[in-house]
């Protein structure tokens, strides 16, 4: 996904395709081979401690750059007016404005915010490994706590840098783009000067290493952790578990790479095709990850018939419930795995409750004083957001 994305924008701002010659999907996919074979290098040199200390460069320039963005483009919808573009978007295209989607909405229909969407997002944010390995590398749990909850108000206002150019974009060229996924690299090249497009397109590039590093390592550390030294080699030391890690890092690099240009065939665009395909492994993830919390007896045997479950109904569902929204479907797989594991948690469970050891921790686990304040106010901002972003807002 982020192969493909950063490719869009890259090919956009430099022309790549022109420059060589060949078609724009040729291009994507040499750009994608290039920042693909690059991350791999730069995970297998400098590790995750690497990508931690750079992510934070990139995330200050992604914020800056991001930002940025829209506010020329409103700047020049407003024929020089932050506030006139912003009037300008609220005239023209106030139903754009509404973050809570219709009914019969293709992206995200409102009742999916309680079901499907809440769990996939709970999924993502919580228990997705690419995003708890940085929370678990803190060195105690509260700065682990910080920084999730930090980021929890990033994550409300990247709406405005990742939604946001997506309405200034159609307010300035209409239907004339060929897919969605062209709406920001397109918006990019019009509204930056000539002199900032490397400027942007190292921030981008930045961001493009810290997600792709990111999952590469994520990948890594499950295969070498749950899969090589438990299965497959449970004598193997210290030294063959990081050789096995990265052996892995290529195997799968070499495969997003191939993989990234083809997303480019997807009718709805980037989103959903990352959406759906998630969904085939999502929420018995997510209910493995909450009965492992609240049930001591759930065994690995009910986690195992729960997937094979999942994939099976899920695989189904596109073909006999096509019509229907995947978020539906995600939304009461969910429900279905929870029972399919805490039924068969009970039917054949462990010979013992499960009982953490005592005196194991290597970190200090004081959690943060300030952490229940500081997620309600996350959770009243989240709202406020929604309802500012609606009828009862500036939505029509």
Same mark, same amino acid.
């Given at each position: 996904m982020v192969l493909y994305s950063g490719s869009l924008v890259f090919n956009k701002i430099f022309h790549i395709d022109k420059a060589l010659g060949i078609d724009p999907l040729v291009a994507v996919a040499l750009i994608s081979a290039m920042i693909g074979i690059f991350g791999m290098l730069y995970l297998l040199i400098g590790g995750l401690s690497l990508s931690a200390f750079s992510d934070t460069i990139y995330g200050v320039g992604l914020l800056i750059g991001?930002?940025?963005?829209?506010?020329?483009?409103?700047?020049?919808?407003?024929?020089?007016?932050?506030?006139?573009?912003?009037?300008?978007?609220?005239?023209?295209?106030?139903?754009?404005?509404?973050?809570?989607?219709?009914?019969?909405?293709?992206?995200?229909?409102?009742?999916?915010?309680?079901?499907?969407?809440?769990?996939?997002?709970?999924?993502f944010w919580c228990t997705n490994q690419m995003i708890v390995q940085k929370t678990l590398a803190g060195k105690s749990l509260k700065e682990g706590q910080k920084g999730a909850l930090y980021v929890g108000f990033f994550k409300i206002f990247g709406s405005l840098f990742l939604?946001?150019?997506?309405?200034?974009?159609?307010?300035?060229?209409?239907?004339?783009l060929a897919t969605p996924d062209d709406a920001y690299p397109t918006l990019v090249t019009h509204v930056l000067p000539e002199w900032a497009y490397g400027i942007f397109a190292a921030v981008i590039f930045g961001a493009i290493l810290s997600s792709f590093v990111g999952a590469l390592n994520a990948t890594a550390t499950l295969f070498t952790l749950d899969f090589y030294k438990p299965i497959i080699k449970k004598d193997a030391a210290d030294k063959q578990v990081a050789r096995a890690g990265k052996f892995i890092t290529i195997i799968v690099g070499l495969i997003s790479v191939c993989i990234a240009p083809l997303i480019s065939f997807a009718p709805d665009g980037?989103?959903?095709?990352?959406?759906?395909?998630?969904?085939?492994?999502?929420?018995?993830?997510?209910?493995?990850?909450?009965?492992?919390?609240?049930?001591?007896?759930?065994?690995?045997?009910?986690?195992? +018939?729960?997937?094979?479950?999942?994939?099976?109904?899920?695989?189904?569902?596109?073909?006999?419930?096509?019509?229907?929204?995947?978020?539906?479907?995600?939304?009461?797989?969910?429900?279905?795995?929870?029972?399919?594991?805490?039924?068969?948690?009970?039917?054949?469970?462990?010979?013992?409750?499960?009982?953490?050891?005592?005196?194991?921790?290597?970190?200090?686990?004081?959690?943060?004083?300030?952490?229940?304040?500081?997620?309600?106010?996350? +959770?009243?901002?989240?709202?406020?957001?929604?309802?500012?972003?609606?009828?009862?807002?500036?939505?029509?």
């Open positions: 991001g930002l940025s963005i829209p506010v020329i483009g409103l700047t020049i919808l407003g024929d020089g007016s932050l506030f006139g573009g912003m009037e300008t978007v609220k005239d023209q295209t106030p139903q754009l404005l509404n973050a809570i989607g219709a009914v019969d909405s293709k992206i995200v229909p409102w009742p999916t915010l309680f079901i499907g969407m809440l769990f996939n997002n709970l999924f939604v946001f150019p997506g309405i200034i974009a159609f307010n300035m060229f209409g239907d004339t980037l989103y959903a095709v990352v959406q759906e395909f998630n969904g085939i492994y999502s929420m018995p993830l997510l209910a493995l990850v909450l009965l492992g919390f609240y049930s001591k007896r759930v065994t690995p045997l009910a986690a195992k +018939i729960t997937f094979v479950f999942h994939i099976a109904i899920y695989g189904l569902s596109k073909f006999f419930l096509a019509d229907i929204h995947y978020l539906y479907v995600l939304g009461y797989l969910f429900l279905a795995d929870v029972l399919i594991m805490w039924l068969v948690g009970i039917i054949k469970p462990l010979d013992a409750p499960f009982e953490f050891r005592e005196n194991i921790n290597k970190v200090d686990l004081t959690p943060w004083k300030h952490r229940k304040w500081v997620a309600a106010l996350v +959770i009243i901002t989240m709202i406020g957001m929604y309802i500012f972003f609606s009828p009862l807002g500036v939505a029509e």
